[in-house]
C-alpha cells in the first residue's frame, strides 16, 4: 500500500532564516506530487505540483520553491521566510481521481 | 476569484440526525468532485468522491448529490455519529488538462455533533 511521510511534524522559525520541508511517497512509482498550504481561517491552497523529476509547476507567485530530486521526492523550500509563510503546510500524491495527503507539517514563523 | 465555495463556516447536528454540507462551484469545467475530512493537526484524509456523469455517489453512511445545473453538491451523512466531527473540504478538479493538475479546495465546514 502507499504511504506519505512529511517532516518534520512541527518547525518554528525567526523571520529571515531559510525553509527545507521533505515529503517522500512509498509503495507507487512516478507519482504526480503537491504542496498545499492551509493559511488560517482559509482552505487548502495548491503551491506546487510536479508530475516528474525536475518537473515542477507554481500555481501561485511567493516566496518558495519546490524541488523534485529523486521520483518520490519533493522538497518545499524558501530563502528567506516571512511571517505570512506561517500554516499548514501538506504534500499529496495522486491516484488520478483522488489525492492522498500526508500529515502534514505546522510552521509557525515569528 | 473563489472557484469552490462552502457557505457555512460550521454546522451544529445532534447525534444521531442527518448531516448535509453543502458545496458550491463556478467553473463548469470541473468535472471531479471530493470530499474530504480533515482532523486538526492531521492531514484531509479522502471521504467520497463523484464524477460529473453521476448525480449521486453512496458509500456507507456518506452519500454525495451533484446537481450539475446549479453547480451545486452536498454531502449527506446519516446518521451523524460524535467521530464524524471534523472540518469538511469539498474539493474539485478538471481532467481536461490530464489530470495533473491539483485539487481547487472550498475553505470547508466546521461540523459539530452534539451527543
Known amino acids: 500500500s502507499q504511504t506519505i511521510h512529511q517532516w518534520p511534524a512541527t518547525l518554528v522559525q525567526p523571520v529571515g532564516s531559510p525553509l527545507s520541508l521533505e515529503c517522500t511517497v512509498e509503495?507507487?512509482?512516478?507519482?504526480?506530487l503537491y504542496w498545499y498550504r492551509q493559511a488560517a481561517g482559509r482552505g487548502l491552497q495548491l503551491l506546487f505540483y510536479?508530475?516528474?523529476?525536475?518537473?515542477i509547476s507554481s500555481e501561485v507567485p511567493q516566496n518558495l520553491s519546490a524541488s523534485r530530486p529523486q521520483d518520490r521526492q519533493f522538497i518545499l523550500s524558501s530563502k528567506k521566510l516571512l511571517l505570512s509563510d506561517s500554516g499548514f503546510y501538506l504534500c499529496?500524491?495522486?491516484?488520478?481521481?483522488?489525492?492522498?495527503f500526508g500529515p502534514g507539517t505546522r510552521l509557525t514563523v515569528l | 476569484d473563489q472557484q469552490v465555495k462552502q457557505n457555512s463556516p460550521s454546522l451544529s447536528v445532534q447525534e444521531g440526525r442527518i448531516s448535509i454540507l453543502n458545496c458550491d462551484y463556478t467553473n463548469s469545467m470541473f468535472d471531479y468532485f471530493l470530499w474530504y475530512k480533515k482532523y486538526p493537526a492531521e492531514g484531509p484524509t479522502f471521504l467520497i468522491s463523484i464524477s460529473s456523469i453521476k448525480d449521486k455517489n453512496e458509500d456507507g453512511r456518506f452519500t454525495v448529490f451533484l446537481n450539475k445545473s446549479a453547480k451545486h453538491l452536498s454531502l449527506h451523512i446519516v446518521p451523524s455519529q460524535p467521530g464524524d466531527s471534523a472540518v469538511y473540504f469539498c474539493?474539485?478538479?478538471?481532467?481536461?488538462?490530464?489530470?495533473?493538475?491539483?485539487?481547487?479546495f472550498g475553505k470547508g465546514t466546521h461540523l459539530i455533533i452534539q451527543p
Open positions: 510536479s508530475v516528474g523529476i525536475g518537473q
Open positions: 474539493a474539485a478538479s478538471d481532467h481536461s488538462g490530464g489530470g495533473a493538475d491539483g485539487l481547487t
Open positions: 509503495g507507487t512509482s512516478n507519482p504526480n
Open positions: 499529496a500524491w495522486t491516484n488520478y481521481n483522488e489525492q492522498f
